[in-house]
């Protein structure tokens, strides 16, 4: 996805000792950026997050949210100093890569997550997650054609 993720919302050693912390963190950057209401998009997320947890392993959580004021999928990643207990089930975060997708959009948005899914499962990518400082080359691991 072109622009899914900008360098401006690469977000590096931040620290949070809860999920709802950095939801309403992530979407008030969004919220800014994009002119949406912030309470719609932390709305959103929470709904989706009280299905199930969106931890996916890795130390990585995607939370994710679905709005109709959204014309294309916002990608937001945040990689933090410290891990923290993500969920009820002792889950430890370390990287939140929150997205936010058109309402009606399915198919795009579960490709979209496999493909974050797969970076996170590539030990080199994940390496260089882990280490770098460089905002346009993460960018450039999200961002696709």
């Known amino acids: 996805m072109n622009n899914f993720l900008d360098s401006t919302r690469v977000l590096l050693n931040l620290e949070f000792d809860t999920k709802e912390s950095i939801f309403k963190f992530l979407s008030e950057k969004i919220s800014l950026e994009f002119q949406i209401p912030k309470d719609k998009i932390v709305d959103s997320i929470i709904k989706r997050e009280s299905i199930g947890s969106t931890y996916i392993g ?78 346009q080359k993460i960018c450039a691991l999200f961002n696709y054609k």
């Not at 089930?89 to 493909?115: C, G, M, Q, T, W």
């Open 58 to 135: 890795n130390q990585l959580a995607l939370p994710h949210g679905r709005l109709l004021w959204v014309k294309s999928p916002i990608g937001i990643f945040c990689r933090l100093n410290k891990t923290f207990t993500y969920d009820e089930d002792n889950h430890i975060a370390k990287y939140v890569f929150l997205s936010i997708i058109p309402y009606h959009s399915n198919e795009k948005h579960l490709k979209l997550l496999s493909r974050i899914a797969s970076i996170f499962s590539d030990p080199l990518k994940l390496d260089f997650l882990s280490n770098s400082y460089d905002k």
